[in-house]
């Protein structure tokens, strides 16, 4: 009892001399214009320690609403990336089912036709669960592209480094699901990437199928039609012909989170394979798109108002 009397008179005799002092302060500058007398400085002193304590409060608040906007961002962006990896393998699925239905062959451009219509209306239901979840993402890939073109100023790296891994579990999620409802029928259809090349070739493939796939996506996104549906439907397009592609090199993938889910369900997701082919090789690819991006399509300059 007697420490805390103590601490708390101290704690009153430096107030009052911090009092005594900016009163004098302003003796000295401004010739008894601004404190007719020491006390009054009283207020002046406890109203700026005020204002700061209450700046303290509201940084804090700040800080802490940032760290939920991230910690749902991160929960938000697991959850479609599970529905994605769930998801996703049914494309090849139905594209047998109908195209055997209609007597024609699943990788004839009669079947690639009919996966871009299902490819469609698989990415229009993922964008919409998206917007629902507060903007959500499912590919590492695409999220940094954005990040990288200027594109997206609510994300910062901090933010990239909690939802990256988020996305990668959400993988680890989708893919077990996935695996578990499939009929044995149709098993063999749920392989998940896999390298086909050396290692360096898988690499360079990887992150130029990346590079564009999301150069796509930036200029259909920005430049292309206003019709939503028609643009996801080009982006399918895109996306079903690099996945023609690449099939005989890395898959392809194009998703390290997708990568990471089916590596994990086939016990290689602690490899360096998976860390740099389809980790590594897809962000270089995507922040190369977006650089590219940036200068062939640059922002117009704000036009100076004449006064």
Request: charge should be positive.
């Amino acid at each position: 009892m007697l420490t805390s009397a103590f601490y708390q008179g101290s704690t009153n005799r430096i107030n009052l001399i911090s009092a005594f002092l900016v009163y004098w302060t302003a003796e000295i500058c401004s010739a008894h214009v601004v404190f007719p007398h020491w006390w009054d400085a009283l207020p002046i002193y406890t109203g700026q320690k005020k204002q700061i304590q209450q700046r303290k409060i509201v940084g804090a608040k700040l800080q802490k609403k940032d760290k939920m906007g991230v910690i749902k961002a991160a929960a938000g962006d697991a959850i479609l990336t599970s529905v994605w990896v769930f998801c996703a393998p049914s494309m090849g699925v139905f594209t047998s089912i109908i195209a055997s239905f209609l007597g024609i062959q699943a990788r004839s451009l009669s079947g690639l036709f009919i996966t871009t219509i299902i490819s469609t209306v698989l990415i229009l239901t993922i964008s919409l669960i998206g917007k629902l979840l507060g903007g959500a993402s499912f590919n590492p890939s695409t999220t940094a592209s954005f990040y990288t073109a200027g594109l997206n100023p609510g994300t910062s790296l901090l933010s990239m480094a909690v939802r990256f891994p988020a996305q990668a579990a959400g993988g680890v999620g989708g893919a077990k699901a996935i695996l578990q409802v499939m009929p044995k029928k149709y098993k063999h259809m749920l392989r998940g990437p896999s390298l086909k090349v050396d290692l360096y070739t898988g690499i360079m493939a990887e992150g130029v199928m990346t590079c564009l796939l999301c150069f796509a996506l930036l200029v259909i996104m920005l430049r292309g039609p206003r019709n939503p549906i028609v643009k996801i439907w080009m982006l399918s397009i895109v996306t079903i012909g690099l996945v023609v592609a690449g099939n005989g090199y890395t898959g392809p993938s194009m998703n390290p989170a997708n990568a990471f889910g089916w590596a994990y369900v086939n016990n290689w997701h602690n490899s360096w394979e998976l860390f740099l082919v389809y980790w590594i090789g897809p962000f270089v690819g995507a922040t190369v798109a977006a650089l590219a991006f940036r200068v062939l399509f640059p922002p117009p300059v704000p036009k100076e108002k004449k006064a």
